[in-house]
């Protein structure tokens, strides 16, 4: 799961994320969910929550690694400002629905 999330979290916090181009926190969501699906079929409650905490855990970490990385476009800083800071408060609430909806309980997220 983590191995096919990693790629996409990398985009996370570009230019084109920025800019609203790059739609990626949906395509994180529908793989989370897909997953998600499958391993359910296949591990009791217990061990299902327990994979998905991991890769909430995963999935978090890579996140901030990717937010302290020097964000830079063409040479030019982009700016944490009150734009950034919305855009990253979407695609919380995005991935937040995403766990949710992956039947983890609200107070382990």
Known sequence: IVSDLIPLLKRLFT?????GEDK???SISAT???YADEIQEYLIGTY???????VLDRV???TVAQLLEPK???GAVITINADFIAGLDDDYDIL?????DASLPERML
């Open 15 to 19: 230019f084109k994320w920025y800019t």
């Open 24 to 26: 990626l926190v949906e």
């Open 32 to 34: 989370i969910l897909d």
């Open 48 to 54: 299902y929550r327990k994979v998905m905490v991991e």
């Open 60 to 62: 978090v970490v890579a």
């Open 72 to 74: 830079k476009h063409d």
């Open 96 to 100: 937040t629905q995403s766990f949710l």
